[in-house]
């Protein structure tokens, strides 16, 4: 039974992707349309996608951060 939900989940995962990766074009062709007719907001996108980008990467070093932290103080070692 864990073996067919495994398989189930990751098909379902596979299949979605692939109609995810059809609207970077398309908001590709919007934004060099814009840039051909004198606009800025492709600027504005590529500042949009770098901000996305950085946010988990900057969550993940706080919670490692803060992880090390914890156990850091958690194994001190004891004088005898």
Known sequence: M?????IFI???I???TIDVNAQCAMCKAVVET???AGG???AGLNDGILYLMAVPYIAVLCF???YYF???KKTKPTRT
């Open 2 to 6: 864990k073996t067919s939900t495994f």
């Open 10 to 12: 990751i098909s379902l």
């Open 14 to 16: 596979v299949l979605t």
């Open 34 to 36: 814009n840039l051909e």
């Open 40 to 42: 800025t907001k492709g």
């Open 64 to 66: 490692g951060i803060l």
């Open 70 to 72: 914890q156990n850091k």
